[in-house]
């Protein structure tokens, strides 16, 4: 064989290795089909989650992260969900506040302490923002100076109060610390009006393909069965989730230590059906082979946590039903939903 020849194979040879590839994947997990399954329980497909709120605009689980969320339009506002000394339900990520706050200024001998040993005042006290502007300074703004740890009650507020109505996507963090803490939140949302009874829109009809025409692009996630869906890394939590309000999806995360733990990803996927849950795996995982797996077994799969426009565009290629993205803004142009371009008309419209 002439060398050239040699040298066109050898240049060829990496192209037909990811054409065959994707037609792997195709056949295996083509986009779109976990439409079906995300439609049956009431959960938009694809659904986009805006991870913390818009965390990589604004300091996550903060009012602005969300507000700047729901106008954007994601479809979930997601939140990891804690409870204060005194009992009240907040969104904070970290075990404690030391990487999302000034704890160190306002409480030096407790700056390493968990969430759970301060009462709700105690929290008010600190600047849950002023961290964000140093972190990212491309994206600080002095009204993030400031801004206050957010309760559940708050979020729901937030929720229930634009022209969008996204869904909650609640996690249950580190819930063997806080003992009943499934039913507070099931109490919440019930006396709030988001769980427990039809409304009166939901009666109507609840799809996104059926959202009236004067207004296609709204989001009306609220108003379908999934409006609410909890998710954990605790199996345990689901389960005593399901007991309490089997009619709300629910996610298992894990990632791939959760693999090696349970010794097979069959493993993890039992143990998320012997709970009766959906699978919200590490974006890692988001193979194609992994995502048929779960779809075969009648789960839905949102993956987290998902930055970039290519990494969306390829779990996307490979039948992924949604994502947690600190860049929901990233998220909803990438599958042409952001109305406007320019982000500072969001922040004008938030009053931050
Ligand atoms: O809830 C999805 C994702 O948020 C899980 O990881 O650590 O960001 O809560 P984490
Ligand atoms: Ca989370």
Partial sequence: MRLKTVLIIIAALPVVLLALFFLYSYLLSPPGSGRDLS?????????????????????EETRPAYLLA???????????IQRTKDGVLIALHDDDLSRTTNIAEVFPDRAK????????????????????????????????????????????????????????????????RFPGIEKQIVDLLTARGWLGKQTALEAEESSLEETPMDAPDRVRVREMPGRVIVQSFSADSLEIFRELAPEVPRVFLFGQYTV??????????????????????????AWPWYTSKIHSRGMIVHYYTINQSWQMWLINQFGA????????????????????????????????
Avoid at 274 to 280: C, E, L, P, R, T
Avoid at 335 to 349: A, I, N, S
């Fill in 39 to 59: 439609r049956e329980i009431g959960v938009p497909f694809p659904a986009l989650m805006a991870h913390r709120g818009a965390s990589g605009l604004a300091p």
């Fill in 70 to 80: 729901r106008e954007l339009g994601a479809d979930y506002l997601e939140a990891d």
């Fill in 113 to 176: 302490d968990s969430v759970d040993t301060f009462t709700y005042a105690e929290l008010q006290k600190l600047d849950a923002g002023s961290w964000f502007n140093k972190t990212h300074p491309q994206w600080a703004r002095p009204s993030f100076v400031g801004v206050k740890i957010l309760t559940l009650a708050e979020l729901i507020d937030i929720a229930d109060g634009g022209y969008h109505k996204p869904g909650l996507y609640l996690e249950t963090k580190s819930p063997e």
């Fill in 260 to 285: 090696e733990e349970m010794g097979s990803f069959e493993s993890v996927l039992e143990q998320a059906l012997a709970v009766d849950s959906h699978a919200g795996p590490s974006g890692y995982m």
């Fill in 321 to 352: 039903d949604g994502i947690f993205t600190d860049r929901i803004d990233i998220a909803l142009d990438y599958f042409g939903r952001l109305e406007e371009p320019d982000l500072e008309q969001y922040f004008q419209k938030i009053d931050y």
